[in-house]
Nanobody, 135 residues
């Protein structure tokens, strides 16, 4: 059974840090591009960070650059999102998702952010985990 399970969320003060984990079962992360998305209350879900396994590149939404880091431990089939200097606007439900199409497509060259953050390109999603940054 294919499954993605997020953990590590919770309540943190402004300026604090959290480390989210996403563990995969039923498939190998090495065959996919892995992204973290988030959905704030009353807003649409948005892409936050992406790790493309095929080419080893990372991409970040502008608002989290320099504060968030996506990384992986392929041996443990786990992807992480280290979130530092957290702000109230980082509050939301965070999801990990994987895309075989983007992983393959990236072998032909860089892909646009529109394509990268298009939810229709993602094959599997986790259930989401809450992150709350208190001011």
């Amino acid at each position: 059974e294919v499954q993605l399970v997020e953990s590590g969320g919770g309540l943190v003060q402004v300026g604090g840090s959290l480390r989210l984990s996403c563990v995969a079962s039923g498939f190998s992360f090495g065959d996919y591009a892995i992204s973290w998305f988030r959905q704030a209350p009353g807003k649409e879900r948005e892409g936050v960070a992406c790790l493309v396994s095929s080419v080893g590149t990372t991409n970040y939404q502008d608002s989290v650059k320099g504060r968030f880091t996506i990384s992986s431990d392929y041996a443990k089939n786990t992807v992480f999102l280290q979130m530092d200097s957290l702000k109230p606007e980082d509050t939301g439900v965070y999801y990990c998702a994987v895309s075989v199409h983007l992983n393959v497509r990236s072998l032909r060259g860089p892909i646009s952010r529109d394509l990268l953050w298009s939810e229709g390109n993602y094959d599997y999603w986790g259930q989401g985990i809450q992150v709350t940054v208190a001011s």
